[in-house]
């Protein structure tokens, strides 16, 4: 088992593990600018708020990241298409654009903050002082700086390889490369709509929220109310993820289209309750399981001192309004299991395929799960972990779901009962809750696989010997 295990693994991961240091790098740089750059408890100097230079500075801070956005996504650009000269590409793309962004980001810092100066104090003990005070200020708890170096380091780890001809680019996964010229078409559109997925697609959504929040803004418009009003928080992201959708639509091309429309039917209606069961069933479960432990401990420590808990306060019965998911899920799920899972299992294998799937559609919540949130380096660790983990297990429900049913819409009902119990916080929480259930999720997925095996159009799932590399999507 443990075997079967470890040649699993070794198959999805690049055919040289090194690879991963220079997608490591990229992730890093992709996360970075939506960390801290600020330091705890540092606030702007006094001089430099009444400067309207100063204050220009301070206003520039959403640019200033722009660069290292850019660099990010030309990371993952480089991952799929190094082009003749991958080592220009990876300075004049990544690291260059990377440095640029982080210094304007430090220099911000030391423009607005700087340490106020005697005039008892030496010219020359003044600069040595601003200097050692601006050395310590990249290790004052400052994420976005932290991850931006490390980016940097572990991409400029392997293009040195690169340049002594010990690593290749692009990222490539082992198994039989296509042969006729149009699967290899088919392939470099794939290629396209991942890089825009997990990369480029992030523009788009900052696009769309400038049209959201800053164009009123600045056409004077009564913003607060308009940003506050209940129809703009349940609506727009539902705006977003049509106008997303439609632009992945259309990079999918005829083909990719046709594929997706083959995947929206109605299924049988007892695959619909099973869609429902799955995500409740485990809610449920994890509420019940919450009860009785409370309950036990409340008798072995509190009986007859306090009131027993009560069963109904373990069930929240969430907003109807959180059921407006269910368009971003739909969107998601004509992607992801409509047409990236069709795709890789045909290429990988069921096991493979749905494996390599979970991973783009983790790396395409890296943007979202990192905007606007102030964090440490463990716990931007943790995030990246702990979704990559509940992307990969969902990934097998409903994939699952979606192979046992011939269509997505049992796929996208689980996935949308499933963001609604998480925005609802249902139940009640406690330490290791959100670890429990994707663990629950885990073992159904085994479970399912294990006894009810999933098919494909092309009988039952088979996985392609290991042979030469073949460039990765």
């Not at 008892?120 to 040595?128: A, D, E, Y």
């Amino acid at each position: 088992m443990l075997k079967r295990l470890v040649e699993f693994l070794r198959s999805v991961i690049p055919a040289d593990p090194t690879q991963l240091i220079f997608l490591a790098g990229v992730v890093s740089l992709f996360v970075a600018p939506h960390l801290r750059w600020w330091p705890t408890g540092l606030g702007v100097a006094p001089q430099r708020v009444a400067d309207s230079f100063g204050q220009t500075v301070e206003s520039l801070g959403v640019l200033f990241v722009v660069p290292i956005i850019f660099a990010a996504v030309a990371g993952y650009f480089v991952c799929f298409w190094p082009g003749n000269h991958p080592i220009c590409r990876i300075l004049g793309l990544i690291c260059f654009p990377a440095i640029a962004g982080m210094c304007l980001m430090f220099g911000r810092i030391v423009y607005l903050s700087g340490p106020s100066s005697s005039i008892l104090q030496g010219t020359r003990s003044l600069v040595v002082s601003k200097i050692n005070w601006a050395c310590a200020l990249p290790w004052k708890s400052l994420t976005g700086f932290h991850f931006c170096l490390i980016g940097l380091l572990l991409i400029a780890t392997y293009t040195s390889r690169l340049a002594f001809g010990i690593a290749a680019l692009p990222l490539s996964l082992p198994g039989t490369a296509a042969s006729t010229a149009a699967d290899l078409e088919s392939w470099k559109r794939m290629q396209l709509l991942i890089w825009v997925l997990v990369g480029p697609l992030c523009f788009l959504y900052s696009f769309l929220a400038f049209l959201a929040i800053g164009l009123p803004m600045i056409l004077s418009m009564p913003v607060l109310a308009y940003i506050q009003s209940i129809w703009f928080s349940r609506f727009s992201d539902v705006a977003a993820a049509a106008v997303v959708f439609a632009v992945i639509f259309w990079i999918a091309g005829r083909e990719g289209r046709q594929v997706i429309w083959k995947t929206v039917r109605f299924p049988k209606p007892e695959y619909a309750c099973l869609a429902l069961a799955i995500p409740i069933g485990i809610g449920v479960l994890l509420s019940i399981g919450q009860y009785l432990f409370d309950r036990a401990q409340w008798m072995a420590e509190s009986l007859g001192t306090l009131d027993s808990p009560q069963f109904g306060s373990y069930f929240t019965f969430p907003d109807l309004w959180l059921l407006l998911l269910v368009f971003p899920a739909f969107f998601e799920e004509m992607i992801f299991r409509g047409f990236l899972q069709h795709r890789f299992i045909q290429r990988y294998g069921i096991y493979r395929g749905i494996f390599l799937v979970g991973i783009v559609w983790a790396a395409f919540h890296f943007f979202s799960d990192f905007s606007f949130v102030r964090v440490t380096d463990q716990a931007v660790i943790l995030k990246l972990a702990s979704r990559i983990l509940t992307c990969l297990v969902l990934s097998y429900v409903f994939g699952w779901l979606a192979l046992r049913t011939g269509s997505i819409l049992p796929a996208s009902l689980a996935h949308t009962i499933y963001n609604v119990l998480v925005f609802s916080e249902f139940g009640q929480p406690f330490p290791g809750k959100s670890t429990l259930q994707v663990s629950l999720w885990g073992v159904l997925a085994c479970v399912l696989f294990r006894y009810w095996p999933a098919r494909t159009e092309n009988g039952p799932e088979t996985t392609p010997e290991v042979g030469n590399p073949e460039p990765a999507v």
